[in-house]
């Protein structure tokens, strides 16, 4: 695949870009319900910075606390069904805090395939990305009862947002009980898109709370589907009280507090921009001649090709997709359509019939 030239544009991506002198459809981002050019949500966030300027310049751990926080956090909990909740300035941000936080000598942490390095303590827990996840899932199932160690920490993703793939967590009622085990999940991809309305992969973990030998924990970004640009952590209250401990937040300038009042606020918005994206993921698969052709999984709104050269197909018809080397210039490209709840129907026509006609 040839090198891709680096598109540069001052306008921020919807369901169209302006870039090169050129306006393209665009499929790419991590924006699923095009929240950041939601005008409904637009506006409540000027409510926000009205009341709340814009930015809250303190700690968490200030004599002076802000009510916004403890609703948004409380909403969270309510929202995911989590037990406890607590918000960060980024999800970058939160997995360190939290992976920090659950370090002890007793510990040892073990790494899915294609982890973020925002869930990494160091350059020395970059995970084997050699392997697929199930390879590593029946890995860890024959290591983890021969381990010494007691208390053992999983890193994982709750689905692979760049081949698009779902990820089973079945597995984890086979993990063996005289361990005290840890579960981190990342769920930046999952979170406002996947799950009961939304609600993420914690819809799912509350199944296994008759597992008293497993703590899950899910951290992540709200800035993809939800569109704010914040991190969170959902877990037991004890793991949430160990956070707040840390340097990592105390030290910290928290999630700015107009966004926080946008989200407490927009629930209809989120919902409504969620069912449309629903809508828009079965108009397209309705319309390709192959969907086989390409990884997807249901309701999910990114599709997966080898088929590098699709990208510069498209672009000459004015339609740019995601592809690009990662997760370092040396890696093998990652080539997606990836649809949001902007698109319109002869957006999603357009598309389609450029896929259709492609020939390898």
């Known amino acids: 695949m040839p090198e891709q030239d680096i598109h540069v544009t001052a306008q921020m991506p919807g369901r169209t870009l302006q870039a090169d002198g050129k306006e393209y459809l665009f499929f ?34 200030s004599n002076l606390q ?73 890995k860890i199932l024959l290591e983890i009862p021969a381990l010494p160690h007691q208390d053992i920490i999983l890193i994982c993703n709750s689905l692979d947002p760049l081949k698009a793939q ?26 406002g898109i996947t799950g009961t309305n939304g609600a993420g992969i914690w819809s799912y973990l509350v199944t296994l709370k008759h597992l008293a030998h497993i703590t899950p924990v899910v951290v992540g970004s709200l800035g993809k589907a939800f569109g704010i640009p914040a ?8 793991v949430v009280s160990q956070v707040k401990k840390s340097p990592y937040f105390g ?64 672009l000459q018809q004015n339609i740019m997709i995601s592809s690009f080397r990662y997760p370092t210039p040396a890696d093998a490209p990652i080539t997606r359509l990836v649809l949001n709840s902007l698109h319109t129907t002869r957006d999603l026509d357009t598309l389609a019939e450029a896929v259709n006609a492609f020939k390898v």
């Open 28 to 61: 790419s981002g991590t924006s699923y319900l095009g929240i950041s050019c939601n005008l409904k949500f637009r506006e409540l966030l000027q409510q926000g910075f009205s009341l709340y300027g814009t930015n809250y310049s303190s700690s968490r751990n």
């Open 66 to 138: 802000l009510q916004v926080f403890e609703e948004a956090e409380a909403y969270l909990a309510t929202f995911t069904g989590a037990e406890a909740a607590i918000t960060m300035s980024s999800g970058y941000l939160a997995g360190q805090a939290l992976m920090h936080s659950l370090q002890h000598a007793a510990s040892i942490f073990l790494y899915a395939p294609d982890t973020h390095p925002a869930l990494w303590r160091d350059l020395s827990d970059a995970p084997d990305n050699a392997l697929t996840y199930d390879e590593w899932v029946a």
């Open 166 to 191: 779902d990820h089973s967590f079945e597995w984890v009622k086979a993990l063996p009980p005289n361990k005290s085990i840890t579960l981190v999940i990342d769920d930046s991809h999952g979170l």
């Open 231 to 238: 991190g969170v952590i959902l877990g037991d209250k004890e």
């Open 251 to 314: 030290g910290a300038s928290p999630a700015i507090p107009a966004y926080l009042y946008t989200f407490l606020h927009s629930g209809s918005i989120l919902a409504e921009a969620r069912q449309q994206l629903f809508a828009n993921i079965t108009y397209f698969l309705e319309r390709l001649d192959h969907p086989e052709q390409l990884s997807y999984f249901n309701r999910y709104p990114v599709f997966y090709t080898l088929q590098h050269e699709l990208y510069p197909y498209l």
